[in-house]
């Protein structure tokens, strides 16, 4: 029997470069040696990071670990201006934690979502000290990752997120908290409401800011992106199917591997997909879905692998790169060396003879394009409502796979599916899909919904995704939509099918129709839209045998 | 700040065994009171669900320890009846420790929150307080038990667990315990009978005997005024699979405990929450507002400074704070159950309440003829669980779920009043008087109170069931404790009642034949009935409070 080392926590206040002083925790071994810090900086506290992380069991492990609340969040200094300021806190605390005499000058980024964030803008800072850094259900780009999706303004998950960190902003006036408190009595009034003159606009000044789209200035000061051939760090991601974040983290690992500054980056670069939702990382089941056993994060041997790899990649030793992912049907683990993995692609077009409203149309995926078209209605007062996939937010369903045939049941989705799959069908990569739409009004959501039915009828979401366009009236154009990315088996006996519409709410905010900015809308108008099924298809990168 | 340190301990018990102990305190502190989380599930899993250091800075020396035989502690594992005397001994240990002032408390959930109270009936001298969260009655008929009826979908997958993570395991053991856990509609599916868990983890097998007072008899508590002796603060939810358990252990600690100061400072607090979603503004599948939530309410800090209070000896908050579905509010008693008015309603039908579609409704008087109703248990294709209290890996999970599902088929009773004029609102518990036959020599009464909304959904609020020995085609009537609530069915909501046999794998099915299941090889269909209406009137009794 070993008895661990003492493990010692301290308490203290790092100061940045302009004085504010930043609450900060230090949690480590009580041996006298210098050891590689983990460092976990974010905005929901330190107690919530020290216990979800279990700071004392890392220390044990080995390791320094580092927890520092934000600018302006619970005990420290300064004012909270979200993800704006964690690039040169985190670059200065790096540097800080670099220098102390229980680390051995080596600092990595660790922790989730907020927390990977902070870690990507820190690195896009490239203080020296910065070693590696360990994103889970983390992007790398504000605007992209988290705000916008397809043009359209990510509503539900951006301004349930805001009210919360309202909620928990201790230094606010009480009457700030609790007018929070009181929008979020009611949720499905608070999505509702018009984002001209939305609540938060005053309350979370932040929230006005993220209302202006195209600012390129206010986003590039919050995007790694255009830096990762900057970047000499290894990166271990974690990230999953049906989590928010999940197209950024695959975005950044091809990039890191093709442009990050050296051979070692270029080389270390690892990225682990389950099918996970952002508030079931790791875990096989969501609220509405059962993956089966295999699809823990312990058949990965996660989180502990991911300390393993980063000691191996500290001690320059090799470590194993690239992608593991899971395929969701098969419920199979498959390691890819980079992504996406090679397929054929496979065309399936939108077709109908009376009309694919609803589950009750005859609307088929079909393998050539016929003649035709669809009509349904946009109504903004009555949208299609959300029904799980990459959401995080109170309202249910929660994220995931959800049945959605009570959304298939409207006359404003169009319905398309194919005929029983005779064999299996694995589809990895990025779908896209081409609609020839058209639309009374000025600017239109296109939102296309790639589905698995079961034979019993059961319809699960696999994929979905918006592009905000603008149009002339009534003149049809082709609208691309980049659906996301996936893993899935579609299995024998089962159907694809797609669904087109015009909304998804309250993932999306409603198009106003009238080509008036959301911001400054006050009336949002219904419209008829039109699919043209000629040239409307959706492209599914499919497995040919050539994966591993 | 006070340096904080962590260390690594092994602590001797009575008979030898050492247990694996995480000792955290301050540095160059005056001796202070004791915090103690003693639990199965592994010291890191009890670090992740309680900030250690958060509470060390606020003045407790902290103690997480893995209970006897389970992750790095020696011995073997004997779930419930070890931690009487294992949490006595810690305890005096921790008293007599000079970083320790000689005042102890005690926290944790679900199984850390039984392990409390076992340590609390051995009365060691320095426990002052204990906060038991989603935890807290009788392990025979809270834990393993209910209604008569074995917890099938709780007790399995836990005992799979402990099995599948027990240290001293041989690995083929393990395996089996994981292969089990692969396939859980299998092995729920399972005749108990034929269930091989009962060779891996052999508490299991003990488990299966009911009415065997030598396994049972020491882990009943009772709440007998000489066992008991501590302020507790109890915590759970509508739809925890504890939520009876909780409250009884609130009751009888109220009303039994041995001293004055005990009996006035326990404090209970409901939530519409699930086991493992405590102080969450929900469950899985249904969102109660932020009006349910501790981002609101602070609970997590108002418990440390409840046990703050206690362990000073100071008068504590004694409220009961519940939350009272329907209307998102919470409201505080000083009594429980409230003062209710009890509202009977009474089963009939006409042509036959089997579904939905049937013409089932609830009347506030029972018709003068008596009449019955017939539906076909079938073991092989039992009603489907939807939600509820249940805490299985299945879905749907725990909490309110649409119950049209189950409602569509032939085998669930199904009766509804017709839309309320006017909010009505439950506070207690709710019971119910079916009058029941078979023609089998016992069966389940299930019963189910639903929350049905203008659009037709249909929101399941409490539900329970009542196993009973029965002569063949001979009715009687079954109590059952359908379970407690707080719930305000709005305007235009209509009350449902669910009357079935069977709820699986929430609970085991019953083999009809009268067999003990831990025998009964197969399991049999019966043809039921249920009476209506004269002298063998059937009824659900809600107990409903103004305003």
């Not at chain 1, 890392?58 to 302006?72: E, F, N």
């Not at chain 2, 109220?254 to 100061?261: F, L, N, Q, T, W």
């Amino acid at each position: 029997m070993t008895l661990a080392v003492d493990v010692i926590a301290q308490d203290t206040v790092v100061r940045m470069r302009d004085g504010v002083g930043l609450a900060t925790d230090v949690v480590v071994a009580d041996d006298g040696q210098p050891k590689p810090a983990l460092l976990m900086r974010g905005p929901y506290s330190r107690a919530m990071t020290r216990q979800g992380s279990d700071a004392v069991n890392l220390a044990r492990d080995g390791w320094a670990v580092v927890i520092q609340d934000s600018r302006g969040r619970f005990d420290s200094g300064g004012r909270f201006d979200p993800f704006r300021n964690e690039g040169r806190d985190g670059a200065d605390t790096v540097t800080w934690v670099a220098a102390q005499p229980w680390c051995d000058g080596r600092v990595i980024g660790y922790g989730g979502s907020y927390l990977g964030f902070a870690s990507w803008l820190t690195a896009r800072e490239q203080p020296p000290a910065l070693e590696a850094i360990c994103p889970v259900s983390a992007g790398g780009g504000v605007h992209r990752s988290m705000m916008y999706e397809g043009d359209a303004f990510q509503l539900g998950l951006v301004s349930s997120w805001a009210l919360a960190l309202l909620m928990t902003d201790l230094g606010a006036p009480a009457e700030r908290r609790e007018r929070a408190v009181e929008l979020g009595l009611d949720r499905e009034r608070f999505f509702r409401t018009r984002l001209a003159g939305h609540p938060l606009r005053e309350l979370f000044p932040a929230f006005d800011r993220w209302l202006d789209r195209d600012n390129d200035t206010y986003w590039s000061a919050t995007d790694v992106m255009n830096s990762l051939h900057l970047l000499d760090i290894p990166v271990f991601q974690v990230a999953g199917w049906y989590d928010v974040f999940c197209e950024d983290a695959l975005a950044l690992h091809t990039g890191m591997r093709a442009r990050a500054a050296s051979d070692h980056a270029r080389r270390n670069q690892r990225l682990v997909v389950g099918p996970w939702t952002h508030t079931t990382m790791l875990l096989p089941i969501t609220p509405e879905f059962d993956f089966g056993p295999a699809a823990s994060g312990a058949a990965q041997g996660l989180p502990q692998a991911m300390l393993d790899w980063l000691r191996k990649v500290l001690d320059g030793a090799p470590a194993k790169d690239g992608l593991t992912i899971f395929v969701m049907g098969s419920g199979r683990w498959r390691d890819l060396q980079s992504w996406p993995p090679p397929t054929t692609a496979t065309r399936l077009y939108l077709s109908s003879q009376r009309g694919a409203n609803g589950l009750a149309g005859d609307g088929r995926l079909v393998r050539a394009p016929t003649d035709g078209s669809d009509r349904f209605r946009y109504n903004p007062d009555e949208p299609v409502p959300t029904r799980g996939g990459r959401l995080h937010w109170p309202l249910r369903p929660m994220a995931g796979p959800v049945d959605q045939r009570p959304v298939e049941e409207r006359q404003d989705v169009l319905v398309y599916t194919s005929d029983r799959l005779t064999r299996d069908l694995t589809v990895v990569g990025a779908v896209t899909a081409e609609v020839a739409f058209a639309t009374e009004g000025r600017s239109a959501d296109v939102t296309v919904k790639l589905v698995d039915v079961w034979p019993d009828g059961r319809a699960y979401n696999v994929l979905d995704s918006v592009q905000r366009t603008a149009f002339i009236p009534q003149e049809a154009r082709s609208v691309e939509i980049a659906l996301g990315s996936t893993a899935m088996c579609f299995r024998a006996g089962h159907r694809i099918r797609v669904e087109v519409s015009s909304s998804n709410f309250p993932r999306f905010d409603r198009n106003p129709s009238t080509g008036c900015d959301p911001r400054d809308a006050t009336e949002l108008e219904p419209a008829w839209q039109t699919v043209h099924h000629a040239e409307s298809r959706i492209t599914l990168p499919v497995d040919d045998g050539s994966l591993p | 700040m006070t340096q904080v340190r962590a260390s690594d301990v092994r602590v001797q018990m009575h008979d030898g065994v050492r247990l694996a102990t995480d000792v955290v305190t301050a540095d160059g502190s005056t001796p202070r009171p004791a915090m103690v989380i003693r639990g199965p599930h592994s010291r890191a899993a009890a670090r992740m669900e309680t900030d250690i250091v958060g509470l060390v800075r606020r003045g407790w020396a902290v103690v997480v320890q893995d209970v006897r035989g389970r992750y790095d502690s020696e011995g073997e594992f004997d779930p419930f009846h070890q931690e009487r005397h294992d949490g006595a001994d810690t305890i005096a240990w921790i008293a007599g420790q000079p970083w320790c002032d000689g005042r102890v408390a005690s926290m944790g959930s679900s199984y850390l929150g039984l392990a409390q109270w076992a340590a609390a009936a051995a009365q060691p001298p320095a426990l002052r307080a204990i906060a038991s969260l989603v935890s807290g009655g009788e392990v025979r008929d809270t834990w393993v038990y209910e209604g008569g009826a074995l917890q099938l979908g709780f007790v399995v997958p836990w005992a799979i667990n402990m099995a599948a993570t027990a240290p001293a395991a041989p690995p083929e053991d393990q395996q089996r315990a994981a292969d089990l856990a692969a396939d859980w509609h299998g092995t729920f599916r399972t005749p108990v009978a034929r269930q091989p868990l009962r060779a891996l983890f052999p508490p299991f097998e003990r488990w299966l005997d009911r009415e065997d007072d030598a396994y049972w008899q020491p882990l009943d508590l009772g709440g007998r005024r000489d066992r008991l002796d501590v302020p507790a603060l109890h915590v759970t939810g509508w739809y925890d699979i504890f939520c009876e358990g909780t409250i009884d252990r609130y009751v009888r600690m109220r009303a039994e405990a041995s001293s004055e100061y005990a009996r006035d400072s326990q404090r209970l607090i409901v939530g519409p929450w699930a086991h493992t979603g405590v102080f969450a503004s929900g469950t899985a599948g249904f969102d109660f507002g932020e009006m349910a939530s501790a981002t609101v309410h602070r609970f997590a800090d108002q418990t440390l400074d409840w046990l703050a209070e206690a362990v000073d000896g100071k008068p504590v908050d004694d409220a009961i704070s519940i939350f009272v579905m329907g209307s998102g509010k919470w409201r505080d008693h000083t009594s429980w159950p409230p003062t209710a008015r009890p509202i009977r309603l009474y089963l009939s039908s006409q042509i036959g309440a089997n579904s939905v579609h049937g013409d089932g409704v609830l009347l506030t008087t029972p018709t003068e003829a008596t009449s019955t109703e017939g539906f076909r248990y079938d073991p092989d294709d039992p009603v489907p669980s939807r939600g509820g209290r249940s805490l299985g890996p299945f879905h749907p999970l725990a909490g309110p779920v649409d119950q049209r599902p189950v409602e569509e088929r032939d085998d669930v009773l199904v009766y509804t009043t017709p839309p309320l004029p006017v909010p009505v609102t439950v506070i207690g518990k709710v019971t119910a008087h079916i009058v029941f036959a078979t023609e089998g020599h016992s069966a389940d009464v299930t019963v189910k109170l639903v929350d049905v909304w203008a659009d037709g959904r249909a929101y399941n609020v409490v539900d329970s069931v009542r196993r009973a020995g029965f002569t063949p085609g001979l009715p009687q009537a079954v109590e059952v404790a359908v379970g407690s609530t707080a719930m305000c069915f709005r305007a235009g909501h209509r009350i449902r009642v669910e009357i079935s046999s069977s709820n699986f794998p929430r609970l085991d099915r019953n083999p009809s034949t009268g067999t003990s299941i831990r025998d009964a090889q197969v399991l049999k269909p019966a043809w039921q009935t249920v009476y209506h209406g004269g002298r063998a009137a059937s009824y659900i009794t809600l107990p409903v409070v103004e305003g």
